[in-house]
């Protein structure tokens, strides 16, 4: 098995460490890819750190991973050398099941994570802070020309955590669409709710971010560091796409919903909140969550980016920053994504 240079964690409190690591050989059906950006998500520190549970070690995070193809197998049809592609959060699936055959490859109880998950030949996989992976071509996504890699990693998991809310719940011209928190995940359905149509508001606690917001293309900016702004603004959103983690209380926000609109979580609060039903049923109000979504729908928001023009907007650091980065990503410091540059590895 080939080995390959990584930058792992070897311990729920350690700091990175360049590794190598071995990645399986090159099967009939596989893309080898020479990554050259790996996005650094907020999964990636929740897992390397343990707060998911226990994780073997050593680990290589990353799952918003972009690269041109380095070698591809012999029965591959989809992918040739010197192709720009991506990875995303899942790298195998059943391909059998009714959620696979429906584009829902993320809800195959045989899923294969791109890192800290056991794939079908029985070893662990490893994320994208590495030089290479080997992924069949079917979990392969094709960044366009028009998308530069950098600025397309974070798309592998930021984008499409935003892109499929979205495009399920219809937004687009007359829909009144609101952003909740301005991060990672915030900035990217700022920009695909404007493309997409919609009148976007986003609300955040700071004047700052609010000024941030209307430069990424939101039309208007709401602060709650003014209480009076959940009651001035009651019943004025068809659509809110929650992206914070932090607690809130949940009846303020459902009650800027009219009368029959949903708000959609996409971030994943550390701890459980109350939630007064009252303030769901009294507007036919409805509260969900939206998870990643499929390969087909993920190749539908790249493609859409791309005819748009736009990427995440992103900060590039070498391997040698990662530690850095994590912490600075904990403490709400980057606008909107670190990337790391994998040829510093």
């Known amino acids: 098995m080939p080995s390959v240079a990584s930058y792992a964690l070897h311990a729920v409190d350690g700091s990175f460490e360049r590794t190598m690591i071995e990645r399986r050989e090159v099967g009939p059906h596989d893309v080898n890819i020479e990554i050259h950006y790996a996005g650094i998500c907020h999964s990636d520190i929740h897992t390397g750190r343990g707060e998911w549970g226990t994780v073997p070690y050593p680990q290589v995070t990353g799952h918003e991973i972009a690269g041109i193809v380095e070698s591809v197998g ?9 192709d720009r592609v991506g990875v995303g959060c899942l790298v195998d699936s059943c391909r059998e099941c009714d959620q696979c055959k429906a584009g829902n490859e993320m809800f195959c109880k045989k899923s294969v ?13 490893q994320g994208g802070y590495s030089s290479h992976i080997v992924v069949d071509e079917n979990y392969v996504l094709r960044i366009p020309e028009a998308l530069a890699l950098d600025v397309a990693a974070p798309l592998l998991c930021a984008g499409i955590t935003l892109y499929s809310p979205l495009a399920r719940w219809q937004a687009g011209p007359g829909k009144r669409v609101a952003v909740a928190g301005l991060g990672g995940l915030g900035h990217m359905g700022v920009k695909i709710a404007v493309a997409m149509g919609a009148d976007v508001t986003v609300i955040t606690r700071s004047e700052a971010k609010a000024q941030d917001a209307l430069r990424l293309g939101a039309h ?38 009219d009368n029959c609109g949903t708000m959609v979580y996409v971030g994943a609060p550390e701890h459980p909140m109350p939630l007064d039903i009252g303030s769901l049923i009294m507007g036919n109000r409805g509260l969900a969550g939206s998870n990643i979504g499929g390969i087909r729908e993920t190749q539908e928001m790249l493609d859409f980016c791309a005819t748009h023009g736009f990427g995440s907007d992103i900060e590039v650091i070498s391997a040698q920053q990662i530690d850095d980065a994590w912490n600075r990503v904990v403490a709400g410091d980057v606008r909107y994504r670190f990337v790391i540059d994998n040829s510093t590895i």
Do not use: M, W
């Open 74 to 82: 012999s029965e591959v049809t989809k992918y040739a050398v010197g």
């Open 220 to 257: 208007h900016a709401l602060v709650t560091e003014n209480p009076d702004v959940f009651k001035t603004n009651a019943n004025s959103f068809d659509l809110i796409l929650n992206s914070i983690s932090a607690s809130i209380n949940l009846a303020d926000y459902l009650r800027l919903l």
């Open 113 to 125: 994570g791109t890192y800290n998950d056991t794939d079908r030949y029985g070893s662990q996989t």
